[in-house]
């Protein structure tokens, strides 16, 4: 876990399962803590408590909420919104505007197409890939 020490570091240092250590910085928008090779849009907001790990891209406007987790190589798109405690996968895709619940894991190379709403608690499959219209009925992949 963070390092007590940390008040008034724009960055904190954690140990992963491997014990080796890694470095998070502090976004300016939200706070939450981006891996050393994330790429996040300075327009974007990641709410404290929030984890954004390496190679992950988070585009413009895209909300990450408090407590999510966006693995590895996963791809935010513009205007997304994440809602807290959510995880993306590593692999993952998020299209554009799509909106993810509240505790919803999306898979391991997994597919929301732009404009999609993936409700609270669900999960999607690894390499699924998941269409919806703004109510969060499925459509035809």
Known sequence: MPQEDTVGKNYVDIENDQGETL???KHAN??????????????AVVEAGAYVEP??????????GRGAWIEEDA???????I????HIGPHA??????KIGVRTHIGDHAAVATGSLI??????????HIATDRR??????
């Open 23 to 25: 470095r998070y910085r």
């Open 30 to 43: 939200g706070r939450g803590l981006i891996a050393h090779g994330a790429k996040v849009h300075p327009s």
């Open 55 to 64: 190679r992950a891209h988070i585009a413009a406007g895209a909300h990450i």
């Open 75 to 81: 791809v935010i798109g513009p205007d997304v919104f």
């Open 83 to 86: 809602a807290p405690h959510a």
């Open 93 to 98: 895709s998020v299209g554009a505007k799509a």
């Open 119 to 128: 409700g609270d608690d669900e999960v999607i499959d690894d390499g699924a």
């Open 136 to 141: 969060g009925f499925h459509l035809a992949a």
